[in-house]
């Protein structure tokens, strides 16, 4: 696995208005949680095999608009 959820990782995250940037917070349970990353390599190179697959066209030009 590349990524885990977080365990006993009670809190939220605060995300700064004016930069964009998040931190984790730690404090009372919520119903937010957070992904470790384990091996950014492995999950990159899954990323970027999902981005260069052909495109997944439907079978009949018709299910386009369904």
Request: charged letters at 25%; a negative charge; glycine letters at 0%.
């Given at each position: 696995m590349f990524?885990?959820?977080c365990t006993?990782?009670?809190g939220v995250n605060?995300?700064?208005p004016a930069t964009g940037k998040n931190k984790w917070i730690p404090g009372p349970k919520s119903?937010?949680?957070y992904?470790?990353?384990h091996d950014g390599t492995a999950a990159g190179n899954a990323i970027?095999?999902?981005l260069c697959q052909p495109?997944?066209?439907p079978q009949?030009?018709?299910d386009i608009f369904a």
């Open positions: 990524t885990s959820e006993n990782c009670d605060s995300i700064d119903n937010q949680t992904l470790l990353l970027d095999d999902l495109p997944k066209l009949h030009p018709a």
